[in-house]
């Protein structure tokens, strides 16, 4: 089995990062694949999304780091974009 790993970043809020994940998921699922979608954000919008829809035909994992705000200093963005970047097979940073 082939995993592929998609990052969806941007330190700016209200992007469409978790809207970008949810429809990136559905696609993935109606091409009969098998998404997994990591909520990591605080704000946890997947996850609220997932249980008022009653369950997605995909799992919905919420993983909150509570070290990412800290990491998010001034200096810090573009260094945890490059590594989400690094650990990712594809990258979408949503942008308006």
């Known amino acids: 089995m082939t995993f592929h790993r998609w990052a969806l970043i941007s330190v700016k809020p209200g992007v469409g990062k978790s809207t970008s994940g949810i429809f990136l998921a559905q696609a993935l699922h109606e091409a009969a694949l098998d998404p997994l979608l990591v ?43 490059h590594r989400a970047g690094a650990d990712a097979r594809r990258v979408v940073s949503p942008r308006r």
């Open 39 to 81: 909520d990591s954000d605080k704000g946890q919008s997947c996850h609220r999304w997932d249980e008022l829809a009653g369950g997605m035909p995909f799992p919905v994992i919420s993983k909150v780091s509570r070290s990412l705000d800290k990491t998010l200093s001034p200096a810090g963005p573009r260094r945890v974009i």
